[in-house]
C-alpha cells in the first residue's frame, strides 16, 4: 500500500533552514548542520538514507525548494535526490506557475497549479505506477519544504512524518510548524546515531 509520507530535517529549535536562505543559499545561514546525517558515514544514517530512497515511488516538493534543487547549486550526478544514492523517482512540484526551463531535464518532474491535495495525488499516482512495475510497494515522500509538509499535514493528507533532529539551534529561520491544526501523533520509532535522532510518527487522519 502507498503511503504519503512527510520527510525532513530539523533543528532543535524547530527550523527546517537557517534565516535567509536563497538560491544561492539553499539552507540559510548554519543551516549546512542540518543534513550532516545524510551524508555521514554512520552505518544507521546510511541505512536510512537508502531505505527512504529505495522506497520512494514519488517525491512531492515546493516551487521554493525546486528553484533551489534545479539551480547551479543544486542536484548533480553525485548528489542529489538520497543524497549520495542519488535516487530518481517521479517528482511533483506546487507551484503556481510551472518554469520556463529545467536544468535537471534527465529527471521526471511534473508541476502541478492546483494546490498540495492535487499535487499529493498526482504522486500517489506515479507511485502506485512504480510499484506495480517494480513489484514492491512504494511511498510518496512529501521533501519540503516547511510550507508544503504543513500545509500537506493540516490537509489531512500525510500518513506518517519522519524527523531527523540535528543537534544545531539555528535561532531563526523557516520553522516547520507556524500554527497549523492540534493534533497528537503517535510515535512509531527512534534511532539515534552519531550526527541526528531520526523520528517517526504516525499522523491520525
Known amino acids: 500500500m502507498t503511503r504519503i509520507i512527510a520527510d525532513i530535517s530539523i533543528s532543535l529549535d524547530g ?18 548542520g542540518l543534513h550532516t546525517w545524510a551524508f555521514s ?10 531505505e527512504s530512497t529505495e522506497r520512494s515511488g514519488a517525491v512531492v516538493l ?4 525546486f528553484d533551489i534543487v ?10 542529489g535526490y538520497g543524497a549520495g544514492e542519488v535516487g530518481k523517482p517521479a517528482f511533483v512540484v506546487v507551484t503556481s506557475e510551472p518554469p520556463a526551463s529545467v536544468r535537471t531535464s534527465d529527471l521526471d518532474w511534473t508541476f502541478v497549479t492546483t494546490g498540495v491535495h492535487d499535487a499529493v ?25 516547511g ?15 519522519t524527523l531527523h533532529l540535528a543537534p544545531v539551534v539555528l535561532g ?13 501523533l503517535t510515535q512509531r520509532s527512534v534511532t539515534r546515531t552519531t550526527t541526528a535522532t531520526h523520528l517517526t510518527y504516525d499522523v491520525p487522519r
Open 172 to 184: 531563526a529561520g523557516t520553522p516547520l510548524f507556524s500554527g497549523g491544526i492540534p493534533r497528537t
Open 62 to 65: 515546493g516551487r521554493r525548494l
Open 147 to 161: 510550507v508544503t509538509i504543513s500545509s500537506a499535514l493540516d490537509a489531512g493528507l500525510v500518513d506518517a512524518l
Open 70 to 79: 534545479d539551480g547551479p547549486k543544486g542536484w548533480n550526478d553525485e548528489s
Open 15 to 32: 527550523y527546517v533552514t537557517g534565516p535567509d536562505p536563497g538560491l544561492d543559499n539553499g539552507l540559510g545561514t548554519g543551516g549546512e
Open 121 to 145: 495525488s498526482a504522486a500517489r499516482e506515479r507511485a502506485e505506477a512504480a510499484s506495480a512495475r517494480s513489484g514492491k510497494d512504494l511511498d510518496v515522500y512529501v521533501m519540503g519544504g
Open 41 to 50: 558515514d554512520d552505518p544507521e544514517d546510511r541505512r536510512i538514507v537508502r
